[in-house]
């Protein structure tokens, strides 16, 4: 089993960052892609990002590329959203999400592909 806890979320004006945290526990973390998924209201739960095991390959939605980082500190268990240039349409809850152990992610940005997730956090971009 792992355990994932996101915390950073908040409210904060157009053109702002935040930086989103996931901390893991449970298993070994560096076993696991690690991935970000946010749904806003009303709307179904879309991919933002993923980041492989070592942290070698970094996946990003189109809508998030250029703004958004995906970085994980193995030693420390945690894996991080950099956000910046935010938007009121980034506005949603943010899901941190884990793969199955040593299972290499056929498609990062499925949902199904992950097996653990976070609670959620509420980011809130105002205009």
């Known amino acids: 089993q792992v355990q994932l806890a996101e915390s950073g979320g908040g409210l904060v004006q157009a053109g702002g960052s935040l930086r989103l945290s996931c901390a893991a526990s449970g298993r070994t973390f560096s076993n696991y892609q690690m991935g970000w998924f946010r749904q806003a209201p009303g709307k179904e739960r879309e991919f933002v990002s993923s980041i492989t095991w070592s942290g070698g390959r970094q996946y990003y939605a189109d809508s998030v590329k250029g703004r958004f980082t995906i970085s994980r500190d193995n030693a420390k268990n945690t894996v991080a959203l950099h956000m910046n240039s935010l938007k009121p349409e980034d506005t949603a809850v943010y899901y941190c999400?884990?793969?199955?152990?040593?299972?290499?992610?056929?498609?990062?940005?499925?949902?199904?592909?992950?097996?653990?997730w976070g609670q959620g956090t509420q980011v809130t971009v105002s205009s």
């Open positions: 999400a884990a793969g199955r152990e040593y299972h290499i992610l056929s498609d990062p940005s499925g949902p199904s592909e992950y097996t653990y």
